[in-house]
């Protein structure tokens, strides 16, 4: 089969013919009709600290129709249209995953690929209302925005809601989740254009990051926030403790805008703040995920879709901040995309 393999030397991705895997027991077998990306592989690729002996093969989101299932697969079958949970070995504590835990794509052979083998455990009906390109896109970055707001961010409703960066596939998930659960939500952003798109969405305000007087403006704006959804960090950080309500929570998940330079104790303690650390999310938030998707008829916002053949320019579209929503990968037709 085709596969997208990480070069070790390049540090970009090369196609490669490898053996198609075989199911054993509890596995499934899946051709994939398409995957997304995702900033967890564009810091692989820009940081180059993934090594192994063995190929590897990114990728942490897909969706497809399953081609085989082993002898000790019931609840699945071949002809099945099916979406992957990529939060492999979360463990027994619903607060905090095990010491096995890892994100599909590394070690586990990912979905940049014509086919994946996974764990029947893995593996969910693809919601009916979504095309396979936007049920790819859903489950990182879906299930991250179900765990921070819902679960970390402790929702309440009526929360007014503040989420930064919202061209970002996590970022834009959290809103639409916030929005469906008929919360206020207001965001920020580097470009007046993707404002628009999200007051377009539902989007109560929004300003512009790279404003000086951003965080003045938002609380002139909308007073404050008592759910703070954040994935940049970054200079930026402080200024959202001072922007929460008493007894607020800032669910953060990333680190986009590098690590955070100062923060003002007396505003913690004295607003009984909470900053939680948030990470994708246990087997119960994905399945609570997908629910929520069906029952609100929730459909991920796309930003472009690729060829397999030009992979390296996704992931250089997102490296620029380019896009609004997920970026996406057709993986239908896969030799023949390269012939062209
Ligand atoms: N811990 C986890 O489980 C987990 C899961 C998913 C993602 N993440 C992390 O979360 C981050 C976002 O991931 P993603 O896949 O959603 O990425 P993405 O689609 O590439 O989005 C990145 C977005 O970050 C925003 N941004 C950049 N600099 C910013 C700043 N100074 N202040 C506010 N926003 C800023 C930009 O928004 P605008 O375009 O609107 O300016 C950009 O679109 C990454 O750091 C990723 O590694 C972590």
Do not use: C
């Not at 030397?9 to 009709?33: A, M």
């Not at 099916?82 to 994100?103: A, C, F, H, T």
């Not at 930026?236 to 800032?250: C, E, K, M, Q, T």
């Not at 579209?317 to 990968?329: A, E, P």
Request: no cysteine; hydrophobic share 40%.
């Amino acid at each position: 089969m085709k596969a997208l393999l990480l070069s070790q030397k390049t540090y970009d991705f090369e196609v490669k013919d490898i053996e198609k895997p075989k199911v054993s027991k509890s596995e499934v077998l899946i051709k994939l009709n398409a995957a997304a990306i995702n900033h967890h592989e564009l810091w692989t690729l820009k940081e180059k600290n993934l090594k192994s002996d063995a190929p590897i093969l990114l990728g942490s989101d897909g969706a497809g129709i399953i081609e085989d299932v082993g002898t000790e697969v019931e609840r699945l079958k071949p002809g099945d249209e099916v979406v992957i949970n990529p939060s492999l070995n979360w463990g027994e504590k619903d607060r905090i995953q095990s010491r096995q835990y890892e994100i599909l794509g590394f070690p586990t052979r990912g979905t940049f690929a014509e086919y994946i083998l996974i764990g029947a455990q893995y593996v969910y009906p693809k919601p009916e209302h979504l095309s396979f390109e936007e049920a790819a896109a859903l489950p990182l970055a879906g299930l991250t925005a179900y765990r921070a707001l819902f679960t970390r961010g402790e929702f309440e409703p009526d929360s007014k809601i503040l989420i930064t960066g919202i061209g970002g596939g996590a970022a834009l998930f959290a809103m639409n989740f916030a929005i469906a659960s008929d919360a206020e939500v207001y965001v920020t952003s580097s470009d007046e254009t993707k404002m628009s798109k999200a007051i377009e969405l539902g989007a109560k305000g929004a300003v512009n990051y790279k404003n000086n007087d951003w965080s003045t403006e938002l609380k002139k704006m909308a007073g404050g926030f008592d759910i703070i959804i954040d994935s940049a960090a970054g200079p930026g950080f402080s200024s959202l403790v001072d922007l929460a309500h008493p007894g607020g929570r800032i669910a953060l998940f990333g680190r986009t805008a590098g690590n955070i330079s100062s923060l003002n104790p007396r505003a913690i303690f004295w607003k009984q703040l909470s900053i939680h650390g948030t990470t994708m999310g246990n087997d119960q938030e994905f399945k609570a995920m997908m629910e929520f998707i069906s029952n609100k008829n929730i459909r991920p916002v796309i930003d472009s879709v690729f060829p397999p053949k030009d992979i390296n320019l996704a992931f250089e579209k997102m490296d620029q901040g380019k896009q609004f929503g997920k970026i996406v990968m057709d993986l239908n037709n896969f030799s023949s995309s390269f012939q062209k």
